[in-house]
């Protein structure tokens, strides 16, 4: 846990009321600095070291049910649930270092406190995606099957000086809420909730305008 930022640790009781407050949504929480900042400071430098190839989910037969998934280029004749880029494979030592942390039993009892949830293991399959010009994602949960559902969902931001006019904001709408929470890409900031049957959230969409390789997401769920 010395990844993470210490002021965080010792916060707990606060980031527990934080999280399970009703408002603005339930079992939800948006955290700044939440590594260390050499931490987040080597996260970024090595982004400059992985390759990224372009990721898309669409519905070969227009129904929302009914979804494949590649690495391919975008084709307009189909409804897409996201287009964006991530790594064919993450092989990349300071990334896989700081998610052995994220996935020690220390982490995950530290997680299990603020979140009121039993987390038992992380998921070895963390995503790293980057978000160029057209880059979207539509709304989707997070929540996992009911055989494996998930119990809590970290979203962390490794994006620097991103302009609102960009876009690329993450909405968060949970069904059983009036209110909605829109997050802008901001240097290590997480998001942490809890997915569930309502818990839609969203990317809107990139503008044409915006740089092609400076808005990173670190997702990683726990179980």
Excluded at 12 to 29: E, G, I, K, V, W
Excluded at 123 to 129: E, G
Excluded at 150 to 178: H, K, M, P, Y
Aim: charged share 20%.
């Amino acid at each position: 846990m010395a990844l993470i930022n210490r002021a965080l640790i010792t916060g707990q009781d606060d980031l527990f009321s934080l999280f399970s407050h009703p408002s603005p949504l339930r079992d939800f929480a948006v955290v700044s600095s939440f590594f260390t900042e050499q931490t987040a400071a080597t996260l970024i430098q090595a982004l400059g070291d992985i390759s990224f190839s372009h990721y898309c989910v669409w519905s070969p037969s227009h129904s929302e049910h009914d979804l494949e998934k590649a690495f391919r280029e975008p084709d307009p004749n189909y409804p897409h649930l996201t287009v964006h880029a991530r790594p064919r494979q993450l092989n990349n030592e300071v990334f896989e270092r700081v998610a052995k942390s994220l996935g020690s039993p220390d982490t995950l009892q530290w997680l299990s406190t603020i979140s009121g949830r039993q987390i038992a293991y992380m998921d070895p399959r963390h995503v790293l995606t980057r978000w160029g010009p057209g880059s979207f994602l539509g709304p989707h949960l997070d929540a996992g099957s009911a055989d494996d559902p998930v119990a809590l969902v970290l979203s962390i931001s490794l994006t620097q000086e991103w302009r609102r006019e960009w876009g690329g904001e993450t909405v968060f709408a949970w069904t059983d809420s009036n209110a909605r929470v829109t997050s802008y890409p901001k240097l290590n900031q997480a998001v942490l909730f809890a997915p569930h049957s309502g818990s839609f959230h969203w990317v809107e969409p990139i503008a044409e305008s915006a740089p092609d390789s400076m808005r990173h997401t670190w997702t990683l769920h726990y179980r």
